[in-house]
């Protein structure tokens, strides 16, 4: 079947799908978007946590075909996703602002470490209190720990290990994780 | 500024920003928030393929017909192999046994063996395919424990044995014993005040790294291959693959792609033979990935092991002697089982000071799942049972857990059951006395002005209780862990490092075959090149098999083996560019050729801080190039009746101080806290280090509370193969961490560092234990502990 | 396989019809496990996600009608005053994602008794809305698990919503994993008091068969309060009367041994969480009560 939807802003079609992939399936291995993880394809460890219209999800429960028509944001878009919330435009409806696309130009990336992307908050302070180590479940981590902080600005350390309950990490014991959504919390709220 | 007129002595390093001891941050790292890392399951092609793989159905069994006439008839389908597919006469694989078919021949020995492979153009073709695969099986008995094995007719897991351990072994379906005998244990028990004894059972664990086995394998022009895959170790897959496959080494090229996670569950082989087998087959790129049910069948896992202990000690709390049996199942393969008997032997008694001592460990061959390498083998599960052992004596002898530990300890220069010196520090007695000192978390956190929060309760959102029922429970454990590869393995590995001036700049690049997993290895040689090249910029090189051997990412031993190639690489190229300043710019200045000099800030400075030249002038348009082997001291095997011999390299210890809450009426668990102390002789990268050991300690509460995979005894099948029914800790049962990390160095380890990443998994699940034990006045003599287990209704 | 994307709920129903062995589905997170680990291939996938009437829930006087896909997550947030018990079950429910997506008409579709809504409703009072292209009905939620993973829909028949009795008095709910999160029952147990008709009912799951009520748990407890006028004096549960009802609770379970627990602790821990829930539910109905008569 062929299948349209909205994946970080921008229209995408895939073709021949099988009826029975999963939203997935589709992001990873017909859109190019491998970001968010296969681990167990089974809703049973958060890693592949995408927003289904807005609303955090697990895409490998997601049948293709219900993703028709709808708004999908995954890790990839993360950053402009978090970008455009904080200038106070809805999911991919501002484009790319002037000055980002200056900022790109200006910087540019390093292709091999990715030096100089645009990153989200949440993104920013995984990296900076050690919360990646392989790195598997960050995406799916990520897209959770960013949906909750947009709800729930100042969340106690119950309400982040509830909010992020269904996330399996197997490498960082999760420690590092609390360290890094309570760093993205209070830098949002010194609007750093 | 000097003082006095006498220069300042720097050293080496002392001043380049983002050198060794800082926590930089991880290479990798960005490329893996925004979802840009490249994992090995992330891999495509154009054209590509997709292999399936067909798993025996049955734990043991002959295998009477394999038909596979309806999956080559299926549309979309361009390769089905089998046993008799195999390219060459090489037609199995193993770490160090060659006992692993690649594809079953005539039987098969566990549930989820291989049987056959597929490659279609979707996966759901490859899965239908492989499902019309017909397999005729006719059952065996199946064997599964000690008793089962060793019986007098019991069944031969490997019918016709050729390897090196079966002249020593008194059962064909024991793989590998290893007896550790010393002193006079009969004479000691005599002087001993109070005996204990205990039995005890250590269920398997699965590592469950998030990141499924899989790769993608490309045809190449040459007739070769190349692949790209998630591993610990490219030259060991690498030395089991080529064979098989009838290729020259050098045909068979190895790129490491993203791993998610290992925790040794990626030291043997997986899909890469199969991946293989099929783009050369086929001529087509083929990619494999297992989703988390063949995942389950896909990797070796933890022994499981039956233990059983007698402790000896004086009315005064000292240690007499230990006798010990260590039984661990093997599963069908061998796998690492001759290794781990190994660590579980000569580990068998911790870090404490004993004289007489018989150990006995030995490793099964049965129908259930392979077992083989994770994260602290052999030595797990020992420390499980002696910590056990510590706490009943202390408790026989009125005496504190932690004391009588203490008053056993080892230091410096003791020496273990198997005759070696503890030649570097070994603060046993001070990490627990840390661990103890450290502030206890406050009572009843979960009591709030709106009642209880469930979610720090026992049983969680579960909403099983409201305070009722809960107790309080501490408990106390120390391990000792090996590091590096022992008993006179060539543990060696490769870097080479290159410098040369990119933009105006001085820039290092490493490149090694090391595995990162997820530990940091990237980081750490960063770091390395940064301080002993007094550059800024370095570039890790993807790692694969255009470079020398980096050995395994495991037992503990990346940052002391492969930090050290990179550190000896990096000094020979050090010594090299100084060489080319000294014929470029020599004549300029008498330092040159009288004072110590240095690389620092991407000058060449003299000791006393003088500047020569920049790295940038003196390279030119040279690059400096190294590569290097590099080796830790050797090691010897163990004797094959007694044991003795200096087997390990290092020692690594980390003790843990539980805090846990239980609901003794629905023996439910919730860990209040996990406080570890350990000594890494030197922090390489502190957050680094605090990651490997909070993420060891929570590997270890997983297996104290739920973790287990459930074999059925009577058919060796898999009962729980998914993440449904195997549980691994989630956020809300992992408790808070503190870490107390203490730096005594080894002179004999690069930096004086001391591996690091198992010792915290040993130690974390006997502490749980005993805080279980401690809040329940139960005996518990397994691990994982059940509910059942702790309501009298198992 | 085919995809079906009815838009409305009566082209659901005549696809139904059409295709009995259409399997439908709405959050997936029962279905797409089964495809996913190729545990199931149906002919065909009808998505209900398009019919927008299913997602919506409607309070009246008497009950509540909630669609069948409401999710979970929505169940807490907005109906906790209402549905109490089957507010505490939703929270039990998977992870946060899965909470996002599935709803009771999932749970009631695949039967599993180990579905966490299930001791909910049988406890609260239900009745779930199905329909056909041959009529609409209400099945009993007493009347509606008929086996392990079966339930008492026709095969061309959908489940449209479940009318569920609002809360007259205090709810509760428990359930027992081996984790602290997303965790699929090793049993659980729902306790409603209904001051209004002086009854209790009770919900078990993962503890026979099917999701069952503790029946005479439930007549010894009614005659109790009764007999001791505790409904109007306050009064607190004597311990042997609570020791009892959880005896008896306990004794309803027909348990098996699975990888998840042992039937013996399925049957112990149904009677602590019975004792455990019952004493909850009085002591808040008592704090009401003593309320009520401070205020007259």
Known sequence: MRLNFTVNGRPQEADDVWEGESLLYVLRERLGLPGSKNACEQGECGSCTVRLDGVPVCSCLVAAGQAEGREVVTVEGLADFARQRAEGCGTGACGTSLQKARRWEARGTDSQTGEGTDLAPVQQAFLDAGAVQCGFCTPGLLVAADEMLERNPNPTDADIREALSGNLCRCTGYEKIMDAVRLAAARQSEGV | MPTNGVPTKITQGSGTKGGIGESTLRPDGTLKVTGEFAYSSDMWHEDMLWGQILRSTVAHAEIVSIDTSKALATPGVYAVMTYDDLPTDVKNYGLEIQDTPVL?????????????????????????????????????????????????????????????????????????????????????????????????????????????????????????????????????????????????????????????????????????????????????????????????????????????????????????????????????????????????????????????????????????????????????????????????????????????????????????????????????????????????????????????????????????????????????????????????????????????????????????????????????????????????????????????????????????????????????????????????????????????????????????????????????????????????????????????????????????????????????????????????????????????????????????????????????????????????????????????????????????????????????????????????????????????HLTGTG | MDFLRPASWEEALAAKAEHPTAVPIAGGTDVMVEINFDHRRPEYLMDLNRIGDLDAWEVGEESVRLGASVPYARIMEHLRAELPGLALASHTVASPQIRNRGGVGGNLGTASPAGDAHPALLAAGAEVEVESVRGARRIPIDAFYTGVKRNALAPDELIRAIHIKKADGPQQYSKVGTRNAMVIAVCAFGLALHPGTRTVRTGIGSAAPTPIRARAAEEFLDAALEEGGLWDNGKTIPPSVAKRFAELCAAACNPIDDVRGTAAYRRHAVGVMARRTLTWTWESYRGAHRITEGAA
Request: glycine letters at 10%; hydrophobic letters at 40%.
């Open chain 2, 104 to 788: 079953a021949h005539g039987k098969v020995r566990h549930h989820g063996e291989p049987v056959a492979i597929v490659a279609a153009d979707h996966p759901e073709t490859a899965r239908r395919a492989a499902a019309r695969i017909r397999v005729e099986y006719r059952d065996l008995p199946v064997v599964t424990d000690e008793a089962s094995a060793l019986a007098p007719d019991a069944v031969l897991v490997h019918e016709a044995r050729d390897d090196h351990h079966i002249g020593h072994v008194p059962h064909p379906n024991v793989v590998h014993r290893q007896p550790i005998v010393r002193g006079d244990v009969e004479a000691a028990r005599r002087r001993a005040d109070v005996i204990v004894e205990g039995e005890y059972t250590f269920g398997m664990q699965d590592q469950a790294f998030l990141g499924p086995e899989s790769g993608l394998a490309v045809p190449e022009e040459d007739g070769g291959v190349h692949l790209y895959i998630a591993t610990q170790w490219l030259h060991s897959d690498l030395r089991q693959m080529a064979p098989v496959l009838g290729l020259p080494e050098d045909k068979v090229r190895m790129t490491l792609a993203g791993v998610g996670g290992a925790f040794g569950g990626r030291e043997d082989l997986s899909m890469q033979i199969h991946a293989c087998l099929l783009a050369l087959r086929t001529g087509k790129p083929v990619k494999i990935v297992y989703n988390r049910f063949e995942s389950f069948f896909g990797h070796v896992h933890r022994h499981p092991a039956k233990l059983y202990y007698e402790h000896g000690a004086t009315r005064e709390g000292k240690l007499t002697h230990v006798k010990c049996r260590i039984v661990l199942d093997g599963g069908a393969y061998a796998s690492a089982s001759p290794a781990v008997v190994g660590n579980a032997s000569s580990l068998g008694i911790g870090p404490y000071v004993v004289d007489d001592v018989e150990i006995e460990a030995l490793a099964l061959y049965t129908n259930n799942p392979p077992c083989g390498a994770m994260r602290g083998f052999g030595a797990v599960q020992a420390c499980f049972a002696y910590e056990a052992q510590m706490d009943k004596l202390a408790e026989r002898l009125g005496m504190d857990p932690v004391e009588l530990r203490q008053l056993n300890a080892m230091e410096q220069g003791a020496l273990m059951p198997t005759g070696q010196p503890v030649d570097s520090p070994a603060p046993v007695a001070e990490l627990l006395r840390r661990v103890k000192a450290m502030p206890m978390p406050p009572e009843r956190q979960w009591e709030s002005s709106e009642g209880a929060d469930v979610r720090q309760l026992p049983g969680g959102l579960s909403n099983t209780t409201h305070g009722e029922g809960v107790v309080r429970g501490v408990g106390y454990a120390v391990g000792i862990k090996n590091v590096g590869f022992s008993e006179g393995f060539d543990d060696y590995s490769t870097a080479r490092v290159r410098m040369e001036v990119a933009g105006g700049e001085p820039v290092a690049t490493v490149h090694t075959a090391m595995a990162e997993v997820g530990q940091g290895g990237v980081t750490v040689h960063a770091q390395i090149a940064r301080t002993e090249l007094g550059v800024t910029q370095v570039t890790i090189h993807p790692a694969d098999t255009r470079v020398g051997s980096a050995g395994s990412t495991s037992a503990s031993r990346q940052t002391y083996v492969t930090g050290g190639a990179v550190r000896n690489a990096c000094e020979l190229v050090r010594e090299k560019v100084l060489e080319l300043g000294r014929r470029r710019f020599g004549s300029y200045h008498p330092a040159w050729a009288t004072a110590e000099l240095l690389l620092e800030g991407g000058k060449v400075v003299t000791d006393g801080g003088e500047v020569l030249a920049d790295l940038a002038d003196v390279l030119g348009d040279e690059a400096v190039e190294v590569e290097e082997e590099w080796r830790h001291r050797p090691t010897e095997p163990f004797d094959l009746r007694t044991g003795q011999g200096n087997g390990h390299v290092q020692y690594s210890f980390a003790a843990h101080r539980a805090v846990v809450e239980v609901d003794t009426e629905l023996g439910l668990v919730k860990v209040i806290e996990l406080a570890c102390a350990q000594d890494v002789g030197k922090a390489l990268n502190p957050l680094s280090v605090i990651g490997q050991i909070q993420g060891g300690t929570t590997q270890g509460l997983g297996v104290a509370v739920m973790e287990e995979i459930v074999v059925d005894p009577k058919t060796a099948k898999v009962r729980n193969p998914s993440f449904t029914d195997y549980l691994i800790p989630t956020i809300l049962d992992t408790p808070t961490i503190p870490v107390d990390v203490l730096e005594l160095a080894d002179d004999h380890a690069p930096y004086g560092l001391r591996g690091v990443g198992e010792a915290p998994t040993l130690s974390s699940t006997p502490a749980v234990l005993a805080a279980i034990r401690n809040a329940t006045g139960l005996e518990l003599n397994r691990t994982p502990v059940r509910p059942e």
